[in-house]
């Protein structure tokens, strides 16, 4: 589209991008302007994502064990993970239970936002 066939009043994306960088000198070059997720320092042990069928009726479960938080925190990131993937799941006793085998996953996951973790 050349600046001939624009409509009155709108701008494109390069305008809008070329204002915002103006206006944000203090921004490096090709830095995301987004805040990173901070990492969290309190979990210091390394989890083990492994796979379960005990209990469950033949059902497979991923279990994510070795949580070194309160039970708060692990609901919340449980409840984060469960969202990303796109699966159901439950937060109980220090352990976060996946439905299915999502090991790969959830392990993706993990070491994404910053944790050690390994597959069993």
Known sequence: MSGKDKKPGTT???????????ANPDLPE???PTPAEPEN????GRLDVMLDKKGRKGKTATIVAGWELPDEEVEE???QMKRRLGIGGSARGGEILLQGDVRAQALDWL???????RQI
């Open 12 to 22: 494109s994306w390069q305008d809008s991008l070329q204002n915002f960088l103006a």
């Open 77 to 79: 990131i449980a409840s």
């Open 111 to 117: 070491k994404a936002k910053g944790y050690k973790a």
């Open 30 to 32: 090709g830095e995301d």
């Open 41 to 44: 320092p309190s979990q210091k």
